[in-house]
Structures are given as C-alpha cells and as structure tokens.
C-alpha cells in the first residue's frame, strides 16, 4: 500500500473504531437493560417489556406504530482490547490504554408486528473493535464481516422469532453474559447515528486519485513563502508582503459593513492571496478576535462581484437549457467561470456555520449608509434580513429549507408582480469601471514606488559607496600630500646641498682662474728670460739653458696642473649643476603630480555629487507624484504594531464604492436569475426528488443544480457530518469553493469528502486553540497508526483540519523551526487586558497587537482557593463562585453582564451547574472550553478544581496552553481563575508562570 492508502486505511480504522460506545450508566442505569441468559418465552418476554415502557411513558397508541427495542451483544471494556492488542502487535508501551469505555460487539434491532417481532432491515451493526475483542486481530474488511452477519440473521429470523432467538441467546450466551437490551419508541430511527459519517468518503479518497488530497495529506511540496511581517526578525519578508499588497491585488468588491473600517495588513494580506493565488489550498491562522469572519466576508464579497463580472460580458443572458431532467422540464448547465465563484461553508462546529450564515443576511451586518441600497436592491429580503445571501445546508432538514427557498425565489421571479431591470447590467459596468479605475490609479502609484524603492537603495548604496570612496581618496590625498612633502624636503635637502657644492667649486674655479692667470705671467716671464743664442749654449751644454729648461718645464708643468685642475672642478660643477636641475625639475614634476591628482579628485567629487544630485532629484520627483497622489503606499519600516494595524492605499472612498459594486452585483445576481429561471426552477426539483437523478447517465443534473441552488443563495453551510449525505451524488472537484471555519477543532478526517470535492480549499482557524474532539485515546491512534504503518505526523490525536491545510499552504508563518502555521492574523479586537496579554504570551509568541482604543486594563486575579477535591469538584470553589456570582447578579439587576463559567472538567461542570442553580444561574453558561469556543462574555471565570488528591489532573489542566488560552479569550472584560495557586505553581508551567505575571502586572496597573 501506499502512504495515501495507509492514512486513510488507518483513519478509517479510528474511525470504525470510535462507533459502538455504550454507557451502561446512561439514563440512570434505566435505559440499557441486562438481557437474560436464558427464557421460556422471548416473546412474552419483550412484549412484557414493552408494555412495561409503554405505560411508564404513557404513549398513546397512534404514537408506538415504530416501538421496539435493541439487543447489544458482547458487551466489554475496550481498554483490556487495546492492551491484548498491543501485546499482540508487540506494540510501545505508550499505546496501551486505561479507560472506562465500554464497547459492544454487534447490536440488531426488532420492530413490533402484530405479536410478534421484526427484524428491522438494516439494523444490524458489527463493530470493528467487536471484531478485534472475538478475533484478537483486525478485520480484512469490517463491511464484508457485517455482510455475513446480516445473512446469518436474515435466516435466522425469517420466520420464527422465538425459534430465532433461542438460538441466537443460546449461541450468545456461551461468548458472554454481558450483554443488554434498550427499548426505544422509534427504533427505525436508530440505525443511522451508529455509523461514522466520514466512511464512504474515506473510501471514496481511497479509489480516486485528487491532487488536492495528496496535498492535504503531505503537504506542499514546493518552498513556503514565509510572511514574516516583523522588521526584526531574521526572517522579514518585505518583499512577498509588499508584492501581496500592490493595489492590482486588492478585490473590487466589498461587503457592506462600516467603509471607516479597512481590514488590518495581515488580514489584507490573506483576503488578497486568497483571491488571486493560483494555489488550490490555502490556510489562515486567526487568534481570537483577529476578524477570520471578517476577511471571509470580504473574500464571498469579491467571488460575488467577479460572477456578476462574468455575467455582463455574456452576449447573451439567458443561458440555452440543454438537458431534460422530467418530461418538458430542461436545465442549462452554468458557465465554468461563473460557477467556479460558488461558495460553501463547512466546519465540524454546527455552532460556527450557524454564525456565519444566520450573521450574513442580517440588516445589522449592513452600515446604515448602505441599508436603504441594498434594500431596493431587494435580493428576496425577508423580516429581518436584507436579502437571501447565505443559509444553512447539511442535514436533511436543512436541505428541505434550503430548496423551499429557492422554490419560493423561482416563484417570486416567475410572478407577474416581478419587475424586469435590464438596466442592472449597464449600472453595474459603470461602477466596475469606476472602482477598477481607482484601482489602477492606485497601482500607477505602487508602480512608481516599485521604480522608487529601487532607486531610494540606489542611491542610499551610491551614497554609502560615495562616503567610503570619498573618505578613501582624501585618505589617499593626506597620504599623498605627506609624501609630497617629505621628498619635497629630500629634494630641497638635496638642492641645498648641491647649491652649497657648486658655491664650493665656485670659490675652487675663482681661485684656479688666479693662480691660471699668475702661471701664465710666471710662464711669460720665464720664456722671456731665454738665454740669447739658446740653441748654441745647448750644444756646449751651458749651465744657463740647464737652469732656463728647468725653470721653463716647471712654470709648463704648473700651468697644466692648474689647467687639469680647473677642468676637474669645471666637470664637478657641470655634474652638480646638472644634478640641481635635475632635482628642480624633479621638485616641479612633484608640484605637478600632486596637482594632477588634486584635479581628478576634484573632478571626480563634482561629477559623484552631481550623479547623487540627479539620482536624489528624480527620487524627489516620485515621491512628488505619490505625496500628491491620494493614496497612502505601504510603509514597511513603521513600528510593528502600526504596520499590523496599517491598511495601505485605499481609503474610505475606495470602500465605499466598492460596497456600491457590492450591491451592484446583487443586483445583477437577481436580473440573472430571472433571466433563467427555468433553470432555478428545475434546480429545486432536481434537489427535491435527488434520488431519482443517482443513477450514472443522470447524475450530472444533480451537479448542474447545485451550481443554481448555490448561486442564487450565494453562501450555503455544512457540517462535516452532514457532507457525505449532502453531496454523495456529487463527484471529485464538484464544489467551486469550500471555506472551512473553526478548522482547528476539527478531526483531519471529517474533512476528506469535503476537500475531494472541492477545487479551491480555505480553511480559517486557530490550533492554539480547542484540539479536535477525538473520542479515542494516543495510545489507540498510535496502535492503530502503526497497524497501517501511517505517518504519525498525520495520524494522531492532536492533528486537525487547519493543521494539515496549513501544511499544504503555500503562504504561512515560520512560527518555530519546527511549526509552520497558515498566514497569520495579528491585530486582536476582542479582549482587553490582562486577558489579551495572556493569550499573545502563553500561545502566540508576543506577536498579537491590541488596538489603540483597547489599550484600557480590564480586570483579572488568581483567586487562591484550596480544598479537598471530589472527583476535580472542590467544593469550597463552589461555593465562593456561588456567592460572588449572586453578588454580581444583585448589584446589576438592571444591565447584568454576561458571564460565563469554564472548567477543564466535566464533573466540575456538573457540579458547579447544580450549585449555581440554586441562585437561578444559567446552566448553559456553565461548561467546558469546548462549550465556549467562538463565544465570549463580559466576565470568565476559570474554576481549575482538583486538589494535591488529584495531581496528575492538575498537571493535564495546565501542561498545554490551549485551555488557558481559550478561556482567558472568552471574556471581553473580567478574567478570574480559581484554583489552589500553590497546587498549580509547583508544576512550573510555563503557562501558569506567565499568566500569573500577567495577571500581577494587570492588578498593579487597576491599583495606580
């Protein structure tokens, strides 16, 4: 098998085994009643009995035509089940169970006739975990055993009651003695409640491939965009959020409420992906009081303005019926791109899709400004609400309502009274024009903030280069400069020094030259001292030519060692001259080098600040644009909770005609319908008589219908439960638009049918909130999980519908390493403080803001009770709540507050509901977290109960924030928890620590 194969074999298993539970206690031990072992007579027996019932009940006659009873064989604890089971599989020691839960095997039902007894067709009903208790294994196929069960007691009670049940007892009696009979005034109605509702579908998941279950199931393989919003965490996500936010992305239409109001950025972020994201599933994270409502609003808004869209640019309005569906009567199958904007609400908590849908069409839902519009728009309004928008589907009931409606809207479009507007068509275009103009303005706006945010970190990055470089290259200079002045001193060291040579060899030359001139005249003077007949006194070698030639030789001698001399120091003088030239020109290339260098770096300054100049000027001139524009861009770098409570670009006058466009569409919606009537009219009966269209070559029409009936009533509701008998006929990505709300409570399975049927998924919820009602423990699931080796990310006893629709979402929030969770909602609108800081500490990581008009301190404390508990009943806390609550009710005679009263326990809430009795309190406003989820009060109190008798209850009441956290969000005003407070200290809870410091900070600021 494969993963898919395995999670939904495992879910159908938990499934399977969650039926069967039977409470003995029930009914004060007086509705199941110990069968006997053996008995002359069963017939008499049973009649006996209910005759017995009959007058105990004082039933007329006409009122018993259906009385009857149930058997319930093999009656047995399921903990001992689970623990045979896990010694079998070899199991962790985790999966083994300790509860009181008790299960029967197989139950089959009789009907009175005449005499006798019936058995009633289809009554029989074997359990998986009867199975696994006789067979000590699970079955292949639970159907298949419960198909030879019914063979086996078809023949057995084909025709003889008595003879039947002799041997069925005598049969039963050898497995077990335990087992019980329930009498029931209409035991044709039991059947169907011991089913899980979720099977079909389940297996349904299991035969067809669906892309959006393998999503739902895994997750979403591709890489998440994280919408970090915070400018200081590491992981902002400036980018993603500023592209989600350009006006091109925000809806043209919008839901009639207050236009002063526009929705919080985050909420602007999620309406926006969820109506223009290609992406097939989509998950929201809302604490309480962020407007998940809101935004869904907002978003069936949109859908029913783009159909309307659609509609006008159809040549033609009236749509060809092209299939017959009775005799004459034909049907047009809706334009995919009309129908594909349908929408459906579901969620587990019935509670929920009533809010949703009963809160639509109400009058006060619509701004006193709007009313008197959409009012004359008259969408088949009724007392009380402005038009038929939204209504509850699921149950047969309901569905019976749902197709009256539409019955009576075909009525009223087909009467002579009806008014046709063609006009509806025209207006609308107009005022789309109009809102998608404003539109387009405003992202002619983001459009130049998109050319000037790059242009703004162009020039802060040109700046910073332009300071670096510029810091650089005078850095350069200085070193420049101080260079230039060292070798302008070496050189002006050496030119002194040559200067002073050359003076030297001056003085030398000056000498020479007088020394030259005095040999000369000494030479001269020696050749005119010749002796007279030289040549002839040198033959005879006269003494006097000896004393002329030397005197001659050493007056030559001397001229030309001067001569020599003066040559020398003449070529000294030269080489030094040339030397200081040398050094001056050096001295001036140096001047001229250092002055080359100055210009450039003058050139380059100017040229770098003109380029800045021009850079900041165009810069100046968008901003001109957007600062002149109407329209307030998206501002990033504000304070987080400024951001978080921003709504870029569009004002109040947007709002407004976008609202107008609204009703417009409305208006468009009624004409259209008018326009086809004949296929509104064919659409409730097709829905009526649905079973005659369940076969292969008909069934289509059941799905062209819906696509009427969901179109002229724009928003129909669901539960879970209800889905599989609503749209069983209806096949794989059959349903336009599913909105899930309160996903979180609900178990991942209930929603399989839903999300197989659905093209588009969006589930709204919080999982910091109430975990899914799972009648079965960890241990079971986990068995169960490892008996189909399925993930245990997925199956488990905490996973839920948001928490895999938040995995399979694209879009979403990196709240830890670990955790991914859908696009968060930040902004909080319901509670004041200590009860806000409460919740944003203990389950949302400080990330909630509180708006400014709400920054007032409510009221909170930890009341210190302690005292001996019964069963998590402290009576002692009754009792104060007892008197604390009569006091409140005594002092507010004439306004009282609302207020509600929150235990972790069910006997807590039983008891404090009979102690608050006796001074006339609402038993209703007594109840676990689960009672409560969605609502809220002006004042809460959190009775924990349990005492030092009962720590490991204690220790559960506060090991997760969930509870904590949903009942300090019920209430608006005042939040108290009574509790023995060094009981729930000495847990160190990070939960009860930071509520305690919240609540002291709360009490410190009520005392200024």
């Known amino acids: 098998m494969n993963g898919k194969q395995n999670v ?266 969820a109506i223009n994201d290609k992406n097939n599933i989509i998950g929201v994270n809302g604490p309480p009081g962020t407007g998940k409502t809101t935004l869904l609003k907002d978003i069936f808004a949109e859908l029913v303005v783009r159909q309307a869209y659609e509609i006008c640019e159809l040549n033609d309005k009236h749509l060809n019926e092209t299939a017959t569906y009775y005799m004459s009567g034909k049907i047009a199958q809706m334009p995919n791109h009309i129908m594909d904007k349908n929408i459906l609400v579901a969620s587990s908590n019935n509670g929920a899709v009533q809010n949703i849908v009963n809160e639509l069409p109400q009058k006060e839902q619509i701004d006193n400004q709007f009313l008197n519009s959409i009012l004359d728009t008259d969408y088949f309004a009724n007392n009380g609400n402005w038009g038929m928008f939204a209504i509850e589907g699921g149950k047969s009931e309901n569905r019976k309502k749902m197709i009256e409606t539409v019955k009576q809207m075909a009525k009223v479009l087909k009467s002579a009274d009806f008014v046709s507007n063609e006009d509806v068509y025209h207006n609308f275009t107009k005022q789309y024009k109009l809102v998608n103009a404003m539109r387009q303005d405003a992202q002619k706006i983001a459009d130049i903030q998109k050319k000037l945010l790059p242009l703004e ?121 040339r030397e200081l030239e040398k050094m001056r020109n050096l001295k001036g290339k140096c001047d001229e080098e250092m002055e080359s260098f100055n210009t450039k770096f003058r050139t380059w300054k100017d040229k770098s600040r003109e380029k800045l100049t021009e850079l900041k000027y165009r810069i100046s001139l968008l901003k001109e644009e957007i600062n002149t524009s109407n329209f307030k861009p998206l501002d990033l770098t504000q304070p987080y909770s400024n951001l978080q409570l921003d709504n870029p670009w569009f004002d109040e006058s947007y709002r407004v005609e976008q609202t107008n466009l609204f009703i417009a569409a409305i208006a468009v919606r009624k004409q259209f319908l008018y326009e086809n009537v004949k296929s509104l009219n064919g659409s409730w009966i097709i829905w009526n008589k649905i079973q005659d269209y369940a076969t292969p070559e008909k069934k289509y029409l059941i799905t062209w219908a819906w696509s009427w009936i969901n179109f002229a009533i724009p928003v129909i509701s669901t539960t879970f439960a209800s889905f599989g008998g609503m749209f069983r006929h209806m096949g794989i990505g059959s349903i336009a638009n599913l909105f899930i709300d309160e996903a979180g409570q609900a178990t991942p399975q209930s929603a399989v049918g839903a999300v197989i049927r659905s093209k588009r998924i969006m589930a709204v919820g919080d999982p910091s909130q109430i975990t899914p009602v799972v009648p079965l423990s960890n241990g079971i699931i986990g068995l169960i999980a490892s008996r189909y080796t399925a993930s245990e990310n ?215």
């Not at 169970?97 to 009175?112: E, R």
């Not at 023949?155 to 087992?179: P, V």
Request: net charge negative; glycine share 4%.
């Open 794 to 1008: 997925i199956v488990n006893g905490y996973s839920s519908v948001q928490t895999l629709v938040d995995k399979a979402s694209q879009f979403g929030y990196r709240k830890t390493e670990e955790e991914w969770i859908g696009m968060p909602l930040w902004v909080h609108r319901r509670c004041l403080d200590p009860m806000f800081s409460i919740s944003n500490e203990i389950s949302y990581g400080g990330q909630m803001v509180l708006p400014p008009n709400m920054t007032n301190p409510g009221k909170g404390s930890w009341i210190d009770i302690k005292g001996k508990s019964d069963n998590k009943f402290v009576r002692e806390q009754g009792e104060f709540l007892k008197s604390k609550i009569s006091s409140i009710l005594e002092d507010k005679k004439e306004e009282q507050p609302s207020i509600y009263i929150i235990s972790p326990f069910k006997n807590v809430v039983i008891q404090l509901q009979k102690t608050l009795s006796t001074i006339g309190f609402k038993k209703s406003n007594v109840g676990t977290v689960h009672t409560f989820q969605g609502k809220e009060a002006d004042i809460v109190y959190l009775v924990l109960g349990a005492s030092t008798d009962e720590i490991g209850a204690a220790r559960w009441a506060i090991s997760e924030p969930n509870l904590m956290n949903v009942a300090a969000t019920r209430a608006k005003k005042k939040f108290y928890i009574i509790g023995d407070k060094q009981l729930y200290k000495s847990f160190n809870s990070e939960v009860v620590e930071k509520t305690l410091v919240a609540l002291d900070k709360s009490q410190q600021t009520s005392a200024k």
């Open 457 to 577: 970190d162009k020039l802060n990055e040109k700046t910073k280069k332009f300071q670096r470089e510029l810091s650089e290259k005078i850095s350069e200079l200085n070193e420049k400069k101080a260079r230039r002045e060292e070798l302008m001193q070496e050189i002006d060291d050496v030119i002194e020094l040559i200067e002073t040579k050359l003076h030297s060899l001056d003085v030398d030359k000056a000498n020479i030259m007088e020394q030259l001139e005095l040999s000369k005249l000494n030479l001269e003077a020696v050749k005119q001292q010749k002796p007279i007949l030289f040549w002839l006194l040198k033959i005879i070698n006269h003494k006097s030519t000896y004393t002329y030639l030397e005197q001659l030789s050493s007056a030559s001698n001397l001229l030309t060692e001067l001569l020599i001399n003066y040559k020398n120091i003449e070529e000294s003088y030269n080489n030094e001259f």
């Open 8 to 273: 939904l074999d495992a879910w159908i298993s938990i499934e399977q085994f969650s039926e069967g539970d039977i409470d003995l206690k029930e009914g004060g031990n007086v509705k199941y009643k110990q069968l006997p072992t053996s008995c002359e007579n069963w017939t008499t027996f049973f009649a006996n009995k209910l005759n017995e019932f009959k007058e105990h009940r004082k039933l007329p006659e006409k009122k018993v035509k259906n009385l009857g009873f149930t058997i319930f064989f093999d009656v047995f604890k399921f903990d001992n089940l689970i623990n045979e089971l896990s010694d079998k599989f070899r199991l962790p020691e985790e999966y083994r169970d300790d509860n009181n839960l008790k299960k029967f095997t197989y139950c089959l039902s009789f009907i009175t006739t005449g005499d006798s007894f019936k058995l009633v067709d289809k009554s029989i009903f074997y359990t998986i975990s009867g199975y696994a208790h006789r067979n000590g294994e699970f079955p292949v196929e639970i159907s298949n055993e419960e198909d030879d069960l019914n063979k086996r007691m078809a023949e057995l009670f084909e025709y003889d009651f008595e003879k039947g049940m002799f041997e069925l007892i005598e049969q039963e009696a050898r497995l077990s003695t335990q087992n019980y009979y329930e009498i029931q005034e209409d035991v044709t109605k039991r059947a169907p409640f011991l089913h899980s509702f979720y099977i079909d579908d389940l297996n349904l998941a299991k035969g067809n491939e669906s892309d959006n279950i393998n999503r739902y199931l895994f997750g979403f393989s591709g890489k998440g965009t994280n919408l970090d919003s915070n400018k200081e965490s590491k992981l902002f996500n400036a980018k993603d959020i500023t592209e989600t936010l350009e006006p091109k992305n925000y809806p043209l239409g919008r839901f009639p409420s207050n236009p002063e109001w526009g929705l919080s950025l985050m909420q602007q972020v999620a309406v926006n992906v």
